[in-house]
């Protein structure tokens, strides 16, 4: 018999009870359950709505349970349709009557959005230690690569002289970002539906700011409608782990890049590539293609939740089921992919000649020749304009800038003198780029600094 079949005269039909059951994926939970219904049990009987001694019989009844889950002993089934009946199942099998006293003053509404929010606070520590451990390794690369000089793109077209640890440097803030986009979400997420009941609070004489201190949130939700019917907590996660995701991709794909005969920039390490069943000469990047492909597996989770969520009255409706999925699977591929990306970004061969190499064509040092003559004293746009004829000169002409003769400069600009050379350098042209987050040795040295200061700071 259902915990709530009072009211029915037959029994649920076979299909409905696999349609309605969520016991499949929220039985990962039972933690959160088991904590959230020891919480509720001793306010119980310190509110004297049971007796001490069942509160504590609940109590120490739920600490076996949870023993005999997590041994195997116990089996959750679906005919008890979710982790609360199962748990309670258990409970009063083990404890009598006293375990059926248990879901006084307690809805199953208020029950999973508890469970909920204790379990999405510790995926979120999960996923940021994850992120925190994947920008260490980008300081690591960027230590290694300070003097790497790389064209910088725009349009994917070269654009100006880098070095390569200032490229990793931006997924390095961009990955601080997604950690305090997860550090807010948990912030908010961190009050107390327990205490709601199934939307209008309770008769009993409960004590919702006790169990909330003890499940370790920051206060009760203050209107009980909403403490039942919010997910704003599940599709903030959810947009979180979207723009992670994005972030990932983005690097993802320029690691795609970077690794292709094309730029040959980087060499994924064996271990962190693929092969071809039919094409011998083949080593694929999988692993930054999947996490480009699952990108896209997150944006669908959260547009699932957004649509799911968006005409649904107050207070709780089983669409709201449609949360834990959504939010699971998500918290999972992020958790799948960081680990790997890491991985695959700590063991790859940075090819700092073919880097150089590229910078060295595509007249990346035209702005810096640009530069140079505003020093002189040319005005900029005139400046701009000056260098414009330089280029056009140096393709019909198959130079580069730095190519060309004093001569040939001066015929273009009399402000043109030896010390341009200097100028045109790539590496100086980098290394002067001083400027607050700019390419210059200096200051990705303090970005390293600062990158390693916020994971330190961040760590749990």
């Given at each position: 018999?259902?915990?709530?079949?009072?009211?029915?005269?037959?029994?649920?039909d076979?299909l409905v009870?696999?349609?309605?059951?969520?016991?499949q994926?929220?039985?990962?939970?039972?933690?959160e359950?088991?904590?959230?219904?020891?919480?509720?049990?001793?306010m119980?009987?310190?509110?004297?709505?049971?007796?001490?001694?069942?509160a504590?019989?609940i109590?120490?009844?739920?600490?076996?349970?949870?023993?005999?889950?997590?041994?195997?002993?116990?089996?959750?089934t679906?005919e008890?349709?979710?982790?609360?009946?199962?748990?309670?199942?258990?409970?009063?099998?083990?404890?009598?009557?006293?375990?059926?006293?248990?879901?006084?003053?307690?809805?199953?509404?208020?029950?999973?959005?508890?469970?909920?929010?204790?379990c999405?606070?510790?995926?979120?520590?999960?996923?940021?230690?994850?992120?925190?451990?994947?920008?260490?390794?980008?300081?690591?690369?960027?230590?290694?690569?300070?003097?790497?000089?790389?064209?910088?793109?725009?349009?994917?077209?070269?654009?100006q002289?880098?070095?390569?640890?200032?490229?990793?440097?931006?997924?390095?803030?961009?990955?601080?970002?997604?950690?305090?986009?997860?550090?807010?979400?948990?912030?908010?997420?961190?009050?107390?539906p327990?205490?709601?009941?199934?939307?209008?609070?309770?008769?009993?004489?409960?004590?919702?700011?006790?169990?909330?201190?003890?499940?370790?949130?920051?206060?009760?939700?203050?209107?009980?409608?909403?403490?039942?019917?919010?997910?704003?907590?599940?599709?903030?996660?959810?947009?979180?782990l979207?723009?992670?995701?994005?972030?990932?991709?983005?690097f993802?794909?320029?690691?795609?890049?970077?690794?292709?005969?094309?730029?040959?920039?980087?060499?994924?390490?064996?271990?962190?590539?693929?092969g071809?069943?039919?094409?011998?000469?083949?080593?694929?990047?999988?692993?930054?293609?999947?996490?480009?492909?699952?990108?896209?597996?997150?944006?669908?989770?959260?547009?699932?939740?957004?649509?799911?969520?968006k005409?649904?009255?107050?207070?709780?409706?089983?669409?709201m089921?449609?949360d834990?999925?959504?939010v699971?699977?998500?918290i999972?591929?992020?958790?799948?992919?960081?680990?790997?990306?890491?991985?695959?970004?700590?063991?790859?061969?940075?090819?700092?000649?073919n880097?150089?190499?590229?910078?060295?064509?595509?007249?990346?040092?035209?702005?810096?020749?640009?530069?140079?003559l505003?020093?002189?004293?040319?005005?900029?746009?005139?400046?701009?304009?000056?260098?414009?004829?330089?280029?056009?000169?140096?393709?019909?002409h198959?130079?580069?800038?730095?190519?060309?003769?004093?001569?040939?400069?001066?015929?273009?600009?009399?402000?043109?003198?030896?010390?341009?050379?200097?100028?045109?350098k790539?590496?100086?042209?980098?290394?002067?780029?001083?400027s607050?987050?700019?390419?210059?040795?200096?200051?990705?040295?303090?970005?390293?600094?600062?990158?390693?200061a916020?994971?330190?700071?961040?760590?749990?």
């Open positions: 018999m259902k915990l709530w079949g009072g009211r029915f005269q037959k029994e649920t076979a009870n696999d349609f309605n059951s969520s016991i994926f929220d039985c990962r939970m039972y933690r359950d088991i904590q959230g219904s020891m919480a509720h049990a001793a119980l009987g310190k509110c004297g709505i049971i007796s001490q001694e069942d504590e019989k109590v120490e009844g739920l600490k076996a349970v949870l023993a005999d889950i997590e041994s195997g002993k116990a089996e959750l679906a008890n349709e979710d982790i609360h009946m199962n748990v309670e199942r258990l409970l009063t099998a083990r404890i009598g009557d006293a375990g059926k006293r248990l879901h006084t003053a307690r809805s199953r509404n208020d029950q999973v959005a508890v469970d909920l929010r204790l999405l606070r510790r995926e979120i520590d999960a996923v940021k230690a994850e992120i925190l451990d994947l920008q260490q390794v980008i300081a690591d690369k960027a230590k290694e690569n300070q003097e790497t000089v790389m064209p910088g793109y725009t349009h994917l077209q070269r654009a002289p880098i070095s390569f640890a200032q490229h990793l440097l931006a997924y390095g803030a961009m990955l601080s970002r997604d950690v305090t986009r997860l550090e807010d979400c948990r912030k908010r997420m961190n009050e107390c327990l205490g709601s009941g199934a939307l209008a609070g309770t008769t009993y004489p409960i004590d919702r700011f006790m169990t909330a201190r003890d499940l370790g949130f920051d206060r009760p939700m203050g209107n009980s409608l909403d403490g039942v019917s919010d997910r704003d907590y599940v599709i903030e996660l959810l947009s979180a979207s723009i992670l995701m994005m972030h990932l991709s983005r993802s794909e320029e690691v795609i890049l970077w690794c292709s005969w094309e730029f040959k920039f980087v060499e994924l390490d064996d271990a962190f590539s693929t071809s069943s039919i094409m011998p000469q083949k080593k694929n990047p999988d692993v930054a293609e999947l996490v480009r492909g699952k990108t896209g597996r997150v944006y669908g989770s959260l547009m699932g939740m957004l649509t799911a969520m005409g649904l009255p107050l207070a709780y409706n089983k669409d089921q449609e834990k999925e959504q699971f699977d998500a999972d591929t992020a958790k799948m992919c960081l680990p790997v990306f890491a991985g695959m970004l700590r063991t790859m061969r940075v090819l700092p000649e880097m150089r190499a590229a910078a060295g064509r595509g007249f990346i040092n035209a702005t810096d020749c640009a530069d140079y505003t020093k002189k004293g040319m005005p900029f746009r005139d400046a701009y304009t000056t260098v414009g004829s330089l280029v056009y000169y140096c393709t019909t198959q130079k580069l800038l730095e190519e060309l003769t004093l001569e040939e400069l001066k015929k273009i600009s009399p402000l043109f003198e030896e010390d341009v050379y200097e100028a045109l790539l590496e100086n042209c980098m290394g002067q780029r001083k607050y987050g700019g390419p210059a040795v200096s200051e990705t040295g303090r970005q390293i600094e600062e990158l390693e916020f994971i330190k700071a961040h760590k749990s």
